[in-house]
């Protein structure tokens, strides 16, 4: 995968005009007929119902404003903001943190074994994330039972008080995305080159830092790019506050989320074009993200 | 967030294996690494393992004990044999046999997803990286953005779409959604701009291979680490998708196991005190949790190496 060989390749263009145009777009036509039909199609039909009624009248913003009423989406908006903050400073901080601790072990195949074990959770993203935390939050159950009963919670009904859940879904999330990226930034890392390292080392700088003024510096991009991938993942946040509300019965984290409450205006309401809606505002902070991402960091460099 | 690995937030970064940098690897100590690391870190990052790893072991021990033992015995012992066997019989017993009917339909999805992926994404990625064609860079940067879109955004856009030509309840539902994978077309993309000199193709044409033959007899037999890296991540986020089948399948017959685990939950009496005669204990519900990861485990672990490795592309050397 790593091969040596840089992208010179693409600075001959005089190779590129040989090819027939067509062959080009033999290899691609599959893909673009999957794109059209399931990223632009289903785009612009959620558009069009986002701005019809059911009986297909253009109806301008009022599904938006209607969705935006709810007694439910202030709510919503404020949970998902809520839990976005947590998400993304349990990730910066800690992510951050643990790659530079395990740059640092001088045993490599200690640092590559913890790298795996914190990887493991990733095997459970989704569903089975959120089943092995309805058990760690369970006193009764829990392997951290003793510490949950000794900061006052005795049942599974406290520990999921509404004012917690910011708190636990991004425990969740943690659990099951950081080591990915922990991998990440040790692979960024392992880029620095080790004659600044060395040269700071030399220069009388310690560990903290060389952190702080160098390597933490050196990772920007990566860590911009991780809390922008993490933050327009987190405005999507379904499965975690889903089951827990059917765990507890609809009493927590039921329409927490605004996946959940655009769902739910399109099964339980059914309120197609409000559902509509909140998946448009959804998708355009999706896309807008996305699209400066692309268009301001040289990250991608379509050539 | 569930990025997360939910659709695995792996990058593959282009831009910065670039520079020259001497490699120092034989150097018994590299610059910054202590031979003992501070207490301090030592603490850290064991609470860390512990933080990552005890939820998983607990999974583990956890399908071996009745219900009575997961309350009243350690969290972190051995139940038993005999436990173990119960809840496995009483858990296939549950429908009967809903949880391999489950397991089954989240293998023919994820699988029938992958091949289509694979002939889709590595032809596509191929075309991208070493063919000049028209609309090549708008194909490149609409499959950059799309590919940094979460990919549950499209989830109810995608059942309003389904539903139009009435193929919900269909298999082709989840598939086809799963096929069209811009992460890979990406990652080949990625793989053939670095990996496979133009010149090779170059002369393949020279000695009259025509543009499909280039592909088929030079990049293709170069392509099995692309293929496997592809396949990895197509295959775990197919498998750990929640949100779409949850959508678009109505009936349990056709769920995939991280549906049914949500089926599951709402029968076990501790969450649900309602269910009736249905009801699913503790330990069937952690043994069907364990059933579901176990093939994403299991890739998982074969697949160590190439995923610290072979995953961050041109940002790791090392």
Known sequence: ???????????????????????????????????????????????????????????????????????????????VALYLVFWLAALVVFVVGLALLLHRLAVRGVSRSLRFLYYIPGALAGAASVMVWLFLLDPTVSPIGFLLRALGYDTFGQLIAPGHLAVLFTCIAFWTGAGGW??????????????????????????????????????????????????????QLFVEPQLLSQASNGVAGRDYSLNQLSYDFAFQNNNVNGAAAISVELMLIGLIVAAVFVARSRFFDAD | MPTDTRRPALPVPSGTARGARPRRREQPRRAGRRMLPNPLAAVVLMLFLLFFVVPVLWLVLAATKTDGQLVQSNPLAFGSWHALRVNWDKL????????????????????????????????AGYALAMTEFRGRRALLVATLVVMLMPNTTLVVPLFLEINAVHL???????????????????????????????????????????????????????????????????????????????????????????????????????????????????????????????????????????????????????
């Open chain 2, 92 to 123: 296939t017993a549950y429908q009967s046999d809903a949880i391999f009917l489950w397991l089954r339909n989240s293998a023919v999805y994820s699988f029938g997803a992958l091949v289509i992926t694979l002939c889709v994404a590595i032809p």
């Open chain 1, 1 to 79: 995968m790593s091969s040596t060989s840089t992208r010179a390749g693409r600075t001959g263009a005089p190779f590129s005009r040989r090819i027939a145009p067509r062959a080009g777009h033999g290899f691609v036509a599959a893909y673009v007929v999957l794109l059209i039909v399931f990223g632009v199609v289903p785009t612009v039909y959620a558009i069009y119902f986002a701005f019809t009624n059911a009986g297909n009248r253009f109806t301008g913003l009022s599904n938006f404003t209607a969705a935006a009423a709810d007694f439910r989406f202030i709510p919503a908006v404020e949970h």
């Open chain 2, 168 to 318: 919900i309840g269909s298999m082709w539902s989840i598939i086809l959604p799963y096929a069209f994978y811009p992460f890979g077309v990406y990652l080949t993309y990625i793989y053939f701009s670095t990996a496979l000199p133009r010149e090779l193709l170059d002369a393949a044409r020279l000695d009259g291979c025509s543009e499909f033959g280039a592909f088929t007899r030079v990049a293709l037999p170069l392509a099995a680490p692309i293929v496997a890296l592809v396949g990895f991540f197509s295959f775990v986020a197919n498998w750990t998708n929640y949100f779409l089948p949850y959508v678009m399948l109505p009936q349990s017959s056709q769920f995939p196991v991280q549906v049914g685990l949500g089926t599951l939950l709402d029968n076990v009496p501790q969450f649900n005190p309602t269910v009736g005669s249905l009801a699913v204990q503790r330990p069937e519900l952690a043994l069907a949790t364990l059933l579901a990861i176990i093939p994403v485990l299991v890739v998982f672990l074969f697949s160590q190496r190439f995923l610290v490795a072979g995953l961050l592309a041109g940002a790791t050397k090392g």
């Open chain 1, 182 to 235: 922990i991998v990440v930034m040790y692979g960024a890392l392992n880029n620095i080159s080790t004659d600044i390292l060395e040269a700071a080392r030399i220069d009388g700088a310690g560990p903290w830092r060389t952190a702080r003024q160098i390597e933490i510096p050196l990772l920007r991009k990566w860590i911009v790019y991780m809390v922008i991938l993490a933050f327009a993942g987190g405005t």
